[in-house]
């Protein structure tokens, strides 16, 4: 006995020994990651007065996501890892292995092959930048085009609008496609290039190469990711390619630029050492920077050592290379605003500067006279130029470059667009986005006719000296009487059909909406004459999406919000194709959504506490927060939560402070909005995720993550007297989702941040967590979900699509990418609706799908336990019984959802053939019986009683 309490004290010493270390450890974490936000903050404030200087607006998104995603260690992002895990996946390292109930289609097809369904937007598209005609096909009709985040992309003819895109494989899924361009000399050779520098939306992964028209491809120019101090080293955003014929041999172009993915130290940031003109004579097998094109270091006046950052590589009607700059993310490195000139490839002489360092310059050659180009450029503000404010210039040589005219002399003979929306200044029609939306072009069978585009496109017919605004972005104020067609804003490029020397007379635009078609440029002045070529172009950018818990598959509703595609709502019966019809909801960028459970309102977002309501039964869309200051608190993508039951809308204000507001379901609606602070902020402390408790109906239990790791739980949430607890710290990180399993104790949770461990499970109700990282790959995992009839299947939303697990309740849980159809695009958010057992997935590239395991396979399990296991009666008046076999089972918990999946009843350790009085309305639920968490048996259980009036 004695010996047993010695061992008993000596394990209570280990144990007390060892929280205390889990403890310092944690604190330890906690510390450096505040010292690293801090850092963070402090540069960030940097970059953007050098950014406000350059003429580039702060990139919140981006910034906040790095913010959330980093190192907890060395404040880095590290996604060479998800580049890396790109060919793991390949090669079937992480294939599924085992099929899931979860997302089943209950078809009795594969459902590990083949799960999920593509749900759209069918024709919303997404930001483009890359197009190519297939110079392999005869008829010239063939289209290849590339999404930003969402892939490679083909069309066999988009002059006809119902042909659809088709993704070339899932591999591409999470490749930011840049440009895209052919091999003259074996027009089956392709190279595309990768990551999108403009705004550093998505990372690229070098230059990737086809030899066989776009069948297969391979992935080359990769310099191996590194460190110079706190710069990471690598190419990844390649601006441009071109390929040049020089008497037979294949010269591969390629423009690489540095890039910031939200953190832009004051001395650079991505990739920016390996700034530069990089030359292949060897089909791509290496790549030699040209060193004489280092950019000037603005302190000492010499070459520095970094190349200028490339914008845009072309080959003119002569084979001379001709190719422009844009800003070094270095802040003493004179890049931008200029053009450069070269006969050999390899001897480049400076034709023009803007005199900006932070210019971006386009530039136009035209195809029949090799001395002409027009370049379009952001400005320079010069006290001794006629245009003292000059946001956008441009230019034009009709001598190879010895001689410009420009937007800004004296006495222009040029002039600049002036768009007829009164909101875009008269000397700037790219509205501050010359930055991110620029371009200009010269028609290839007539260089005095010219193409331009900013936030609208306009036309010259006698070289830029006056324009002709050939589209619109919207019918606001003087834009409603203008007769052009709507095209979408923020133009990025435009191509001609080369087929049968352009004699097709067909334009191609990229923009922010993806994928404009005009059939004939010489007949662009009807409202019908530039159409939208987006059939299942399917590069949606998702932030967020949610499902109506009243509908169906054969009836559904959505609403899903989108970067510069508003919030968009999916709806109705599925189309043959099985995508649902879309339509826009709210127009500018598109954050999180919400729905009431009972169809009385539904939520959307804009930036940061921008939420409006739209209220059915007061037919009514105003504003949530109703002080207008109010609303540009929070992040820019605001972290939202909403109690269905008490009809109670939670959003981040600030450090630990909510909004809390209330009377969203009145009628007439009265809105009352009450900041609720959770806690003392610790140092660098935001909230980074929300999640209302669906097993507390009586008032909000509502569950609150911050970006240092730490979980509250405050009961009461929806009223003043409300109490807020810390629960046990996981891990010192940003908690990115809270969700829950069959009971509140049963809580999930997911980090974002690299080099952490991912996911956390606790079954009494977070004073432990157990580790789930299991095989998992170090990525940023960003939203999970557990199947409620099987414990053991999780599925998890990550930066390279879509994982999950057959075994989550064991030690170390055994992971697999189930993301066939979706690919390796990040995930953003899942969400679920027991009553039709539907999962919705929503991606930052690839649009949103949906995975529904049919009450077929429910059928089943009845079935299966038919003598065994009912519910009965069944239908019933409110009461019923559950019998089972007790030589099998003492006693089960049981849960019971109504038609939009919230629980509305739920009973521990009931015997069997034990009378429970559920209370519930006459419908149909679902009920769910469990023993050790794990699902026994699942049944419709219908109530059928008389309403109490009826009885009176």
């Known amino acids: 006995m004695k010996t047993q309490i010695v061992i008993a004290a000596a394990m209570l010493l280990l144990s007390a020994e060892g929280y205390a270390q889990q403890k310092q450890n944690f604190q330890k974490e906690t510390k450096q990651l505040q010292k690293l936000y801090a850092a963070y903050d402090s540069n960030i404030k940097k970059s953007h007065k050098l950014q406000k200087k350059a003429g580039i607006p702060p990139n919140e998104f981006n910034e906040q996501d790095y913010k959330n995603t980093m190192d907890p260690v060395t404040g880095l992002v590290?996604?060479?890892?998800?580049?890396?895990?790109?060919?793991?996946?390949?090669?079937?390292?992480y294939a599924p292995q085992k099929e899931l109930s979860f997302i089943s289609s209950g078809s009795g097809t594969s459902k590990f092959n083949q799960p999920w369904i593509e749900r759209g937007p069918y024709s919303v598209g997404g930001r483009t930048r890359a197009i190519m005609y297939d110079p392999n096909d005869p008829a010239g009709k063939r289209v290849f085009a590339g999404g930003v985040s969402g892939g490679l992309w083909v069309n066999q003819e988009p002059s006809v609008s119902t042909n659809q895109w088709t993704p070339i494989n899932d591999f591409w899924a999470n490749t930011s496609i840049s440009c895209i361009t052919y091999d003259p000399n074996n027009p089956q050779i392709f190279y595309v290039g990768t990551g999108e520098c403009e705004t550093s939306d998505a990372v690229g992964s070098g230059i990737w190469k086809t030899t066989d028209g776009g069948a297969t491809w391979t992935q080359i120019f990769t310099i191996p990711a590194s460190?110079?101090?706190?710069?990471?080293?690598?190419?990844?955003?390649?601006?441009?390619?071109?390929?040049?014929?020089?008497?037979?041999?294949?010269?591969?172009?390629?423009?690489?630029?540095g890039g910031s993915v939200g953190i832009t130290f004051s001395s650079g940031s991505l990739g920016s050492y390996q700034a530069g003109l990089y030359k292949s004579t060897d089909g791509g097998a290496t790549f030699v920077r040209n060193n004489n094109l280092l950019a000037l270091n603005t302190t000492t006046g010499n070459p520095s050592t970094v190349g200028y950052a490339i914008q845009q590589i072309e080959i003119g009607a002569d084979n001379s290379i001709w190719l422009t700059t844009r800003s070094s993310r270095f802040s003493d490195v004179d890049s931008g605003g200029r053009i450069f000139k070269s006969t050999n490839g390899n001897d480049f002489t400076e034709i023009y500067n803007v005199g900006r360092p932070g210019s971006r310059v386009n530039i136009g050659l035209s195809k029949t006279n090799p001395n002409k180009a027009y370049a379009l450029m952001q400005g320079y503000d010069d006290p001794s130029t006629a245009n003292v404010e000059e946001p956008v210039r441009i230019a034009k040589t009709t001598d190879g470059g010895t001689t410009w005219v420009s937007t800004n002399d004296f006495s222009p003979v040029i002039t600049l667009p002036n768009d007829a929306d009164n909101g875009i200044p008269d000397n700037d029609f790219t509205r501050g986005q010359s930055f991110y939306d620029l371009v200009i072009i010269p028609d290839p069978l007539n260089d005095n006719i010219v193409y331009t585009g900013g936030i609208d496109l306009f036309k010259s017919t006698d070289g830029a000296a006056t324009w002709t605004q050939i589209s619109k972005w919207s019918n606001n104020n003087n834009l409603a009487a203008l007769q052009v067609p709507t095209v979408h804003a923020d133009q990025h490029t435009i191509i001609f059909n080369?087929?049968?020397?352009?004699?097709?007379?067909?334009?191609?635009?990229?923009?922010?909406?993806?994928?404009?078609?005009?059939?004939?440029?010489?007949?662009?002045?009807?409202?019908?004459?530039?159409?939208?070529?987006?059939?299942?172009?399917?590069?949606?950018?998702?932030?967020?999406?949610?499902?109506?818990?009243?509908?169906?598959p054969a009836d559904e509703e959505f609403l899903a919000g989108a970067q510069d595609n508003g919030t968009q709502i999916l709806a109705g019966a599925p189309l043959a194709n099985n995508f649902y019809t879309s339509q826009s909801y709210a127009g500018g960028d598109g954050m999180y959504p919400e729905y009431d459970d009972l169809e009385n309102y539904q939520i959307d977002s804009y930036v940061y506490n921008n939420h409006k309501?739209?209220?059915?039964?007061?037919?009514?869309?105003?504003?949530?927060?109703?002080?207008?200051?109010?609303?540009?608190?929070?992040?820019?993508?605001?972290?939202?939560?909403?109690?269905?039951?008490?009809?109670?809308?939670?959003?981040?204000?600030?450090?630990?402070?909510?909004?809390?507001?209330?009377?969203?379901?009145?009628?007439?609606?009265?809105?009352?909005?009450?900041?609720?602070?959770?806690?003392?902020?610790?140092?660098?402390?935001?909230?980074?995720?929300?999640?209302?408790?669906?097993?507390?109906?009586?008032?909000?239990?509502?569950?609150?993550?911050?970006?240092?790791?730490?979980?509250?739980?405050?009961t009461d949430a929806n009223t003043a007297s409300f109490v807020s607890t810390q629960l046990t710290t996981p891990v010192a990180g940003t908690i990115s989702d809270i969700e829950f399993g069959s009971t509140e104790n049963d809580i999930m949770v997911t980090v974002a941040n690299y080099n952490r461990t991912s996911i956390f499970?606790?079954?009494?109700?977070?004073?432990?967590?157990?580790?789930?990282?299991?095989?998992?790959?170090?990525?940023?995992?960003?939203?999970?979900?557990?199947?409620?009839?099987?414990?053991?299947?999780?599925?998890?939303?990550?930066?390279?699509?879509?994982?999950?697990?057959?075994?989550?309740?064991?030690?170390?849980?055994?992971?697999?990418?189930?993301?066939?159809?979706?690919?390796?695009?990040?995930?953003?958010?899942?969400?679920?609706?027991?009553?039709?057992?539907?999962?919705?997935?929503?991606?930052?590239?690839?649009?949103?799908?949906?995975?529904?395991?049919?009450?077929?396979?429910?059928?089943?399990?009845?079935?299966?336990?038919?003598?065994?296991?009912?519910?009965?009666?069944?239908?019933?008046?409110?009461?019923?019984?559950?019998?089972?076999?007790?030589?099998?089972?003492?006693?089960?918990?049981?849960?019971?959802?109504?038609?939009?999946?919230?629980?509305?009843?739920?009973?521990?350790?009931?015997?069997?053939?034990?009378?429970?009085?559920?209370?519930?309305?006459?419908?149909?639920?679902?009920?769910?019986?469990?023993?050790?968490?794990?699902?026994?048996?699942?049944?419709?259980?219908?109530?059928?009683?008389?309403?109490?009036?009826?009885?009176?």
Request: hydrophobic share 35%.
């Open 78 to 93: 590290n996604f060479e890892n998800v580049v890396k895990l790109r060919g793991e996946l390949k090669a079937g390292k």
């Open 227 to 257: 460190y110079t101090g706190t710069i990471k080293n690598g190419n990844f955003y390649i601006n441009s390619i071109k390929v040049r014929n020089n008497n037979g041999v294949s010269e591969i172009y390629a423009g690489v630029s």
């Open 498 to 552: 080369p087929f049968n020397n352009y004699a097709t007379n067909q334009m191609l635009f990229g923009n922010d909406g993806g994928i404009y078609f005009a059939p004939n440029k010489n007949s662009l002045a009807s409202t019908s004459s530039i159409a939208a070529r987006n059939t299942r172009y399917n590069v949606t950018q998702f932030y967020g999406a949610v499902l109506n818990p009243t509908k169906t």
């Open 761 to 952: 499970y606790s079954t009494d109700g977070g004073a432990s967590w157990q580790n789930k990282e299991g095989n998992l790959p170090d990525m940023p995992v960003r939203t999970i979900l557990m199947n409620p009839d099987d414990s053991n299947e999780v599925i998890i939303g990550t930066e390279a699509g879509l994982w999950a697990t057959s075994n989550f309740l064991s030690s170390s849980p055994t992971w697999a990418q189930y993301s066939t159809g979706i690919g390796n695009v990040r995930v953003t958010s899942l969400d679920y609706r027991p009553a039709t057992r539907t999962v919705l997935v929503s991606t930052y590239g690839r649009g949103a799908w949906t995975s529904q395991n049919s009450l077929i396979a429910l059928g089943t399990s009845e079935t299966k336990h038919k003598k065994l296991m009912q519910v009965y009666p069944n239908p019933s008046r409110g009461n019923a019984h559950l019998r089972f076999d007790e030589s099998k089972y003492k006693s089960v918990d049981i849960t019971i959802f109504d038609a939009s999946g919230r629980i509305v009843y739920s009973k521990q350790n009931l015997k069997s053939d034990e009378e429970f009085a559920t209370n519930l309305q006459n419908g149909n639920y679902i009920l769910k019986a469990e023993n050790n968490k794990q699902v026994i048996f699942t049944s419709i259980f219908m109530v059928g009683k008389k309403q109490k009036a009826e009885e009176d």
């Open 613 to 714: 309501i739209y209220s059915i039964v007061n037919n009514t869309y105003v504003p949530l927060i109703t002080t207008a200051a109010n609303r540009n608190l929070g992040h820019f993508v605001n972290e939202i939560a909403l109690d269905r039951n008490k009809d109670v809308f939670y959003s981040y204000r600030s450090g630990m402070t909510l909004f809390r507001t209330t009377g969203i379901n009145t009628t007439p609606l009265s809105l009352v909005n009450t900041s609720v602070t959770v806690a003392t902020a610790q140092t660098g402390e935001q909230i980074s995720n929300l999640k209302v408790s669906p097993y507390t109906t009586a008032s909000t239990t509502l569950f609150v993550g911050t970006n240092l790791g730490r979980i509250f739980k405050m």
